[in-house]
């Protein structure tokens, strides 16, 4: 665990501690994603201390992951894993990056709901390639065929990833210093839940209702996925809101 630094929190940054309470933010995603790299930007951020389950698997286990891989096996590794996130929740508030394949796990994805505010760090195949081509100590890319290996894992876990409370693409997240893009403003609207104002359109069987409130664009896939799980969308616009916003 690193200790915090001495910076004292903006204004800002002092409110969304305050609607975070003890509640940790949890960077999920695959291997690569940047969860490590700006999970401790936004724990500095923050003045949060920072935690990565991968490291915290190793000082308990006193073995690195690829150790643990060969000589356990992998069903080893899931529930330690597991046992080591959901002591790690327990202590919030924090900035906690997960390992890749964490948030597969439905008991640590409910302990997160409960005891934090999930990020998934979206990235595309090629920036995921690009970054895990820096490092050779992932036991599941030791394979003559890495980039369909993240393939498949992205095929299987992004829905997965989908339910996380916020989506931020890697890019955007990588591509500020100070702030980690406008995370703080999502990260508002979702700790604040009264924030969202909520017009029920009543319609009968057609009846729908209209969000309304800062940050929730961007979260519209998470939203959708949560609400019509399994379900696939359509989204229907026009050139001039598509060039502002479809993306
Ligand atoms: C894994 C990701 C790794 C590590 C282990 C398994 C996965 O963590 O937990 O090698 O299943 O995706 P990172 O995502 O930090 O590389």
């Known amino acids: 665990m690193n200790a915090p630094p001495a910076n004292p929190p903006d204004e800002g940054q002092a409110a969304l501690l305050e609607q975070l309470g003890s509640r940790s933010i949890v960077f999920v995603g695959l291997m690569g994603a940047g969860k490590t790299a700006i999970g401790r930007k936004v724990a500095a951020m923050l003045s949060l201390p920072f935690i990565d389950s991968d490291q915290e698997i190793e000082t308990v286990s006193r ?13 080893e590794f899931r529930a330690l894993e597991q046992r080591v996130i959901l002591r790690l929740l327990e202590h919030g508030p924090q900035v906690l990056s997960t390992g890749g394949g964490a948030f597969m796990n439905a008991q640590t994805r409910e302990a997160i709901a409960v005891h934090g505010v999930s990020v998934w760090l979206k990235a595309d195949l090629d920036l995921l390639m690009e970054r895990v081509s820096k490092k050779q100590n992932r036991p599941l890319l030791k394979n003559p065929d890495p980039r369909g290996v993240l393939e498949r894992l992205m095929g299987e876990r992004y829905p997965v ?52 409130g800062p940050g929730l664009l961007s979260d519209a896939g998470t939203e959708i996925a949560r609400r019509l799980p399994g379900t696939r969308a359509a989204i229907i616009t026009d050139e001039n809101v598509a060039a502002a916003h479809l993306e």
């Open 63 to 75: 073995m690195s992951v690829p150790e643990l891989f060969e000589r356990y096996g992998e069903p």
């Open 161 to 212: 990833y989908a339910t996380a409370d916020i989506t931020v693409p890697t890019r955007d997240a990588l591509r500020s210093s100070r702030r980690c893009c406008d995370c703080d403003q999502r990260w508002g609207a979702f700790v604040n839940k009264t924030a969202p104002v909520k017009v029920e359109v009543g319609l009968g069987d057609r009846a729908y209702d209209i969000l309304i």
